[in-house]
């Protein structure tokens, strides 16, 4: 315990992490030293919990959702790709990380609307210096319409305002702005936070799907019978996904099992789904 809190006190010494809460733009932010781990830290934004950070370790990833997309990210590209990525929402830049850790050579754009906590996670994390990796300050959405076409390998939406992403970023609208910005062999992953009758996993996996030609979903055995809230990671892309007998092994052997749906499969979760539209949310 001793060495423990000396490696944390250290750390903000040294102009590391700095445990407590912290004013950002968009409310509070905490830092908490992870129990289990000398080098973890656990970064709480208004008292969610949103990142996990190993300062020794970039590649880890104790939230179990980010191991899921960076399962799937690494089974569709080898370490040797120049990856483009492009991260929605930023937190403590996790799997931004752990991708620089994959790939060496991929060139990463995290978008964060609060300015201050993007200040806050350059000083206490290691993250890696522009151009590999640099964080925008804005509105996901916004800054999604601004890019050019076929400018990314892969956009991974993971943006919420307390529980729930914001509405603007569900509609096919928005879905069809990321496809534009992706490689035509690019894919487009979110993550869908949703209650046990995961009526909003299914509109957004309905929604997704009529944009593209293959779709995958990922989640745990008992949130996809609708036994809890938790997350579903939907997946899109014109070019084969999930198709690695690999990934199904790999999602079921981590610390959470986790089921990988497709075809048939992926047709029932959706039935009777209303796709989402900027006019439906408005009217």
């Not at 129990?35 to 830290?41: A, D, H, L, S, V």
């Not at 930023?90 to 609060?114: K, M």
């Not at 996809?224 to 999602?251: M, Q, T, W």
Request: aromatic letters at 6%; one cysteine or more.
């Amino acid at each position: 315990m001793g060495r423990k809190r000396e490696n944390k006190e250290t750390a903000a010494a040294e102009g590391g992490p700095a445990p407590g809460i912290h004013t950002i733009d968009t409310g509070n932010c905490e830092l908490v030293p992870d129990r289990f781990n000398p080098n973890g830290w656990v970064l709480h934004i208004n008292g969610v919990p949103s990142s996990h950070i190993d300062l020794a370790d970039p590649a880890r990833l104790d939230f179990e959702y980010m191991r899921w997309i960076n399962s799937l990210v690494t089974s569709q590209w080898p370490s040797t790709f120049r990856l483009r990525a492009l991260h929605l929402g930023g937190g403590a830049c996790s799997l931004a990380r752990s991708f620089a850790a994959t790939f060496p050579d991929a060139r990463q754009v995290v978008v964060e609307l609060d300015g201050a906590l993007a200040v806050l996670v350059r000083e206490w994390f290691d993250l890696p210096r522009a151009p590999l990796l640099r964080i925008r300050v804005g509105e996901a959405r916004e800054v999604t319409e601004s890019l050019s076409a076929s400018s990314r390998d892969v956009i991974i939406r993971d943006v919420f305002a307390g529980s729930r992403t914001p509405s603007a970023l569900t509609t096919l609208e928005f879905v069809e702005h990321a496809k534009r910005v992706l490689d035509p062999a690019g894919v487009y992953i979110v993550n869908c936070g949703d209650s046990p009758d995961l009526a909003m996993a299914r509109r957004e996996a309905a929604t997704i799907s009529s944009a593209f030609t293959h779709t995958v979903i990922i989640a745990d055995p008992a949130m996809l019978k609708g036994r809890r809230y938790g997350n579903v990671i939907i997946a899109a892309s014109d070019a084969p996904l999930g198709e690695d007998p690999g990934l199904a092994r790999e999602l079921l052997g981590g610390g959470v099992p986790a089921h990988l749906w497709q075809g048939d499969q992926l047709t029932r979760f959706i039935s009777g789904a209303p796709v989402l539209t900027d006019r439906i949310l408005t009217d």
